[in-house]
C-alpha cells in the first residue's frame, strides 16, 4: 500500500537532548512538509522540501533541522535549541511543483520532560 | 488579517440537522481550496477538494465563492460520525505552500 509513515508514534525526550523524527513516503511525491499542531492551533509549517537535497525553512524553524537525501525520506531533528518542542509532529507528501493536495502521515506525538 | 480564518466553533448539532461551515482567505491570488477532516489526536485527512464549479460528495457539499473570497463546506444529515474538527486549506498562487486555517469544531449529539 501506498503512504507515508512516521515513527514513533510517541516520543519521550529530556531537556537538552536532540531528537529525530522519522518521515518515509512510497507515493513518488517531490515535495515533502513538516508540520507542529499544538493543542486547538492549526498546523504550522517548520520546513518544507521540494526536491532532493534541497529544503527551506518555514515559519517556525528555529529549533529545527531537515535533510532530504532521498527522494522517499525527509527526517526531522529537533534540536535541544527549540525551547518548547512539546507538540503533535505531523509530515506530509504531496506531488511537486502543484496544487495538488497533501497526504499526511500519522503524526509523532513528542513529550519533553 | 490572517490569510486563512475559520470560525473555531464548537458547532454543536444534534443528528440529522444541516451545517455550515465558512472560511475566508485573503490571497485574492489563491489557486487551490481544500476541506480536511482531522479527528482527536489524528493526522489531518482529504475531505474534499473545492472547484469554481462547487463540489458533492453524498451529504457533503463545498462551494468556493472568489469575489467574496471564501470557501463553504455544507453538512446535511449529520451523523455522530461527523465529529471533529475541519481545516480549510488554501494555496496562494505561485507559491505551492499551503495555508491552514485552524478548523472547526463539529460536535453532533445525539
Known amino acids: 500500500d501506498g503512504g507515508i509513515t512516521q515513527s514513533p508514534k510517541y516520543l519521550f525526550r529530556k531537556e537538552g537532548q536532540n531528537v529525530t523524527l522519522s518521515c518515509e513516503q512510497n507515493l513518488n511525491h517531490d515535495a515533502m512538509y513538516w508540520y507542529r499542531q499544538d493543542p486547538g492551533q492549526g498546523l504550522r509549517l517548520i520546513y518544507y522540501s521540494q526536491i532532493v537535497n534541497d529544503f527551506q525553512k518555514g515559519d517556525i524553524a528555529e529549533g529545527y533541522s531537515v535533510s532530504r537525501e532521498k527522494k522517499e525520506s525527509f527526517p526531522l531533528t529537533v534540536t535541544s535549541a527549540q525551547k518548547n518542542p512539546t507538540a503533535f509532529y505531523l509530515c506530509a507528501s504531496r506531488i511537486g511543483s502543484s496544487y495538488n493536495e497533501q497526504f499526511f502521515g500519522p503524526g509523532t506525538r513528542l513529550t519533553v520532560l | 488579517r490572517k490569510e486563512v480564518e475559520q470560525d473555531p466553533g464548537p458547532f454543536n448539532v444534534p443528528e440529522g440537522a444541516t451545517v455550515a461551515f465558512n472560511c475566508t482567505y485573503s490571497?485574492?491570488?489563491?489557486?487551490?481550496f481544500f476541506w480536511y477532516r482531522q479527528d482527536c489526536r489524528k493526522e489531518p485527512k482529504l475531505l474534499m477538494s473545492?472547484?469554481?464549479s462547487g463540489n458533492e460528495d453524498g451529504r457533503f457539499t463545498a462551494q468556493l465563492n472568489r469575489a467574496s473570497q471564501y470557501i463553504s463546506l455544507l453538512i446535511r444529515d449529520s451523523k455522530l460520525s461527523d465529529s471533529a474538527t475541519y481545516l480549510c486549506?488554501?494555496?496562494?498562487?505561485?507559491?505551492?505552500?499551503?495555508?491552514f486555517g485552524r478548523g472547526t469544531s463539529l460536535i453532533v449529539h445525539p
Open positions: 486549506v488554501v494555496t496562494p498562487g505561485g507559491s505551492y505552500i499551503p495555508t
Open positions: 490571497n485574492s491570488a489563491s489557486q487551490s
Open positions: 473545492v472547484y469554481s
